[in-house]
């Protein structure tokens, strides 16, 4: 009988997180999952002798390893970590605090990269494992004013899976960076949209993309999280899972409209760019 895979997955008290830990415990797989507020984390679960609510700080590093600690102490094992957990900060980079910046920082990437750390040692024993990086369209496209430090948060996180995938391969460790569209959850809420304390007025194409994003994108989003978790489970199913899996029909399309843009750049600029070379 082959053995039920053990799902670690953060930021699980709501949106996709909370979708992908629902369908896995309806699948009867066993999930430890985190959120700053377990109470929270029960409510929206509900009880399952396969689930593991933890209340965890993913910007503590003790806080992360007692975290798994206590999944492999409970479920003996862990095969596929989702780092989903994360937030969006929305203002002009001139408007940001250093406070404000380096803490989405903290929880976006150096939050993830504690949880990297402290699941290896189990993964690198076991010789297997599946590390799931929530990313976004916005880690390979940063074109939207008053998401900057939002996009650069995600620019770090995809450039360090990419060096995680080559280093954990040899390993049977797999490495995924799942970049999401805008699907319809509660990402552009006031919970999870943080706006600076010090606007710049001049800053009007900042406070128009601030205002269509919470006003008619949010709610309308394309994306149905339920599909969203269901591709990420079933990406964790596969023998050569994708390095890169975009998600939405909006991602596939900016992500293209990308490599167009930078394709047509690079042909635009190619003799200055080659020029540059040490004469023989």
């Not at 600690?69 to 929305?90: C, E, H, L, P, Q």
């Not at 940063?142 to 990419?162: H, N, V």
């Amino acid at each position: 009988m082959e053995q039920k895979k053990v799902w670690f997955v953060t930021g699980a008290s709501k949106g996709l997180g909370l979708s992908i830990v629902k369908q896995l415990l309806a699948n009867g797989l066993p999930v430890a999952a985190t959120s700053r507020s377990i109470d929270a984390l029960s409510k929206a679960v509900g009880s399952d002798d396969n689930f593991l609510p933890l209340s965890v700080d993913l910007t503590s590093e003790k806080s992360v390893s007692d975290a798994i600690d206590a999944t492999v102490m409970k479920f003996g094992r862990i095969d596929v970590v989702v780092n989903n957990a994360g937030y969006s900060v929305a203002g002009a980079l001139e408007e940001l605090t250093d406070e404000e910046s380096r803490e989405n920082f903290n929880v976006n990437v150096f939050g993830v990269l504690n949880v990297i750390r402290k699941v290896l040692p189990y993964l690198r024993i076991q010789g297997s494992g599946h590390i799931i990086n929530i990313s976004s369209i916005a880690g390979f496209i940063g074109t939207f004013p008053g998401f900057g430090i939002y996009c650069a948060t995600k620019f770090a996180l995809d450039g360090l899976s990419e060096a995680l995938s080559v280093e954990v391969k040899p390993m049977g460790i797999h490495t995924t960076i799942v970049g999401p569209g805008y699907f319809r959850t509660d990402f552009l809420t006031a919970d999870s949209l943080v706006t600076p304390k010090n606007i710049i007025e001049e800053y009007t194409n900042v406070r128009e993309a601030l205002h269509v994003h919470q006003h008619s994108y949010n709610g309308n989003q394309p994306g149905d999280p339920e599909k969203g978790a269901a591709a990420i489970i079933r990406i964790a199913g596969e023998q050569q899972p994708p390095l890169h899996l975009y998600l939405g029909e909006d991602a596939y399309n900016l992500a293209y409209a990308k490599m167009e843009a930078v394709k047509n750049e690079l042909e635009s600029w190619k003799e200055l760019t080659v020029s540059t070379g040490v004469e023989a």
